[in-house]
């Protein structure tokens, strides 16, 4: 069985850091380091929407424009999991975050494109 499960959500003051964590379950460690990685994030009133992508041979990485200069992805294969370092954090950046893959290398921000879900994580900025 494919599983995902981000862990790293809290609640920090604007311009703190977090590092959110993707980790694959057993059904899912040669996919987690084969195929791309994603995060995402929604809040009540908006759209679940990409945050970043990390191709699956690492070599490619992209971040939706607020969060560019502020956020990171990486990835260790040996410990089949992806990170998300989110620094100088702001209230927008309030949201449940989640983690997706897909079973392609190459790197999508359409959240259709992903195959596979975790639950979330919540991420809470205050003023």
């Known amino acids: 069985q494919v599983q995902l499960v981000e862990s790293g959500g809290g609640l920090v003051q604007a311009g703190g850091s977090l590092r959110l964590t993707c980790e694959a379950s057993?059904?899912?460690?040669?996919?987690?380091?084969?195929?791309?990685v994603a995060w995402f994030r929604q809040t009540p009133e908006k759209d679940r929407d990409f945050v970043a992508v990390i191709s699956g041979d690492e070599r490619i990485t992209q971040y939706t424009d607020s969060a560019k200069g502020r956020f990171t992805i990486s990835r260790d294969k040996a410990k089949n999991t992806v990170y998300l370092q989110m620094d100088s954090l702001k209230s927008d950046d309030t949201a449940i975050y989640y983690c997706?893959?897909?079973?392609?290398?190459?790197?999508?921000?359409?959240?259709?494109?992903?195959?596979?879900w975790g639950r979330g994580t919540q991420v809470t900025i205050s003023p």
């Open positions: 057993a059904g899912a460690i040669n996919a987690i380091n084969y195929g791309a």
């Open positions: 997706a893959m897909r079973l392609m290398s190459t790197i999508a921000t359409v959240s259709v494109a992903y195959d596979y």
